[in-house]
Every structure is written in C-alpha cells, then in structure tokens.
C-alpha cells in the first residue's frame, strides 16, 4: 500500500510517500511544497492545491496522513496552518482518498513511545523503521514520514491485507 503523509502549513508543506512492501516500509520519495513569502496567502494556497493535486497524480496513494491542528504558541500561524490544511483535506476527498488524521503529541507517541520527544527523537527513529539512513534535511518532511508511519501502524491489519 502507498501512503502519503502530509505535514500542512502555508510556507511549508513537508510530503512523503511510503511504500509497504511485505513487512517494510520503504521511503519511495519525499519533499516540500514551499511557497514564497511575497504572495498573496490565497496565490500561497492555491499554489498548494495545485501541487498537492501533482503529488496526488504522479504517485497516486491509497491513503493519506496528515497533522492535525492540537496547540500553537504562535496565534499569528495558526489561522494561515488551519487554512492550508483545509486546502490539502479538499484535494485529498477530491480524489477519494481516505484519511487519518493525528496530533503532534500522538504522532510522538507512536513513534517514539514519548509524546514530548524532541524532533532529533523522532528523526533517529523514523530513520530506523524505514531503513534509511539519509533522511531529508527539512523538518517538516521527516515529520510528513513520521505521521504516514502512524498510519501504517494504526491500519497494519488492513494495508497488510492490500
């Protein structure tokens, strides 16, 4: 099964695309949507649509992951956050693919056994369970990796069975 695990936001929005082949987890590739600073947040967020809709048709997975919105210290990021991430839910139901959605603290949780991990935490183990040793450099899509992972746990007996 194919699983696209999302980490939204308006400047970044970090993307992986896992593979379960037998038992492993295979990264087939990973990225960021990254939109300029200068624009309009509705050019930002069209800009999204536009690129999610390409990831959606160039890799087509079966299921999708993605960050829910739990807490943010910064009040002047979570409008922009919420508004990307209803841009990225649209396209997803668009092309019918079904969703889990998972907090920070829960995606800690399942990786690291610790929902107050620090992201080094979360990265060495990430590293670990889809067996690579260079992950990409960019936060937002080790933490794309480690929410398509939760997936994959929280609906091993069903992605086994495809």
Do not use: W
């Not at 809709?53 to 919420?82: C, G, H, R, W």
């Not at 107050?116 to 369970?129: C, D, G, P, Q, T």
């Not at 690579?132 to 929410?147: E, R, V």
Request: proline residues 4%.
């Amino acid at each position: 099964m194919r699983i696209l695990g999302l980490d939204p936001g308006l400047a970044i929005v970090g993307y992986s695309i896992l593979d379960t082949v037998n038992d492993d987890i295979v990264l087939n590739a990973s990225g960021s949507i990254q939109t300029d600073k200068d624009k309009s947040d509705s050019s930002r967020l069209f800009e999204i649509q536009n690129d999610m809709q390409t990831i959606i048709d160039t890799y087509k997975p079966q299921m999708a992951s993605i960050e829910k919105l739990f807490y943010f210290k910064n009040q002047k990021t979570v409008i922009p956050v919420a508004q990307a991430r209803g841009v990225i839910l649209a396209v997803l139901e668009k092309n019918n693919i079904p969703i889990c959605e998972y907090t920070p603290i829960e995606v800690k949780q399942m990786i690291t056994g610790y929902g107050r991990a620090s992201k080094e935490e979360v990265a060495k183990i990430v590293s670990v369970l889809v067996k690579y040793n260079k992950l990409p450099k960019l936060d937002d899509t080790i933490d794309s990796i480690a929410i398509a992972l939760c997936c994959i746990r929280t609906n091993f007996e069903i992605i086994k069975r495809s």
